[in-house]
Each structure stands twice: as structure tokens, then as C-alpha cells.
Nanobody, 115 residues
């Protein structure tokens, strides 16, 4: 019942920055958890960052470089000091904390970091 629309990613050089956004609409009532996942070629999908009433968590590989935050019904992922290994398709996710379901997903956006 929740629709997620992600911003366009982009191509940046190593060390650069990029901000992704994800606008949620529909049944966006609390409590909920929103986060960002990514999948690189030949690799499995992994959690990048998640935020909710319990706090914020980050993958070890992005700690100190990425920041997740919300403004109204939009969640952002600020990515600084990007590395080539950050290259992946990034997906926004919305889920209910009490439900063991995958929730709703954004369409995915490509982020490419060149060296």
C-alpha cells in the first residue's frame, strides 16, 4: 500500500558525493522502518542503512561515509567519499517493524563510481 519513488542516481568519481532520495506515498503511518539496500554485479543484495524508531544502523562498509535521514515522508541517503566498490543499484525499502515481510520497494537507481 506504500509507493516509493527514488531519485535518479548518477556517475561520480571516487571521493565524490551523491545524495539519493526516496519519496513515500500511500499508507505511510507509523510505526515504520525505511532503509536503503544495494546490489552490485555478481553480488547479493545487502543492507546499506536503515532508520526507524529504534534508531539508525549502517553497514560496516559505509560507516563514517554515508548518512541516512528523513524529512516528512522522504528518506535520503547522503553518500560522501564514494569508492568504486559502492557501485551498485540502490533500492529504497519501507516495512512494518512488526511484520516479517519485505514491505515495499523503490524502482532502483544506478550509482556508478569511477576511479
Amino acid at each position: 500500500q506504500v509507493q516509493l519513488v527514488e531519485s535518479v542516481g548518477g556517475l561520480v568519481q571516487a571521493g565524490g558525493s551523491l545524495r539519493l532520495s526516496c519519496a513515500a506515498s500511500g499508507s505511510v503511518f507509523s510505526p515504520y522502518v525505511m532503509g536503503w539496500y544495494r546490489q552490485a554485479p555478481g553480488e547479493q543484495r545487502e543492507l546499506v542503512a536503515v532508520t526507524g524508531s529504534e534508531g539508525t544502523k549502517y553497514a560496516e562498509s559505509v560507516k563514517g561515509r554515508f548518512t541516512i535521514y528523513k524529512d516528512k515522508n522522504t528518506v535520503y541517503l547522503q553518500m560522501n567519499n564514494l569508492k568504486p566498490e559502492d557501485t551498485a543499484v540502490y533500492y529504497c525499502n519501507f516495512r512494518r517493524p512488526a511484520l516479517a515481510t519485505e514491505g515495499s520497494w523503490g524502482q532502483g537507481t544506478q550509482v556508478t563510481v569511477s576511479s
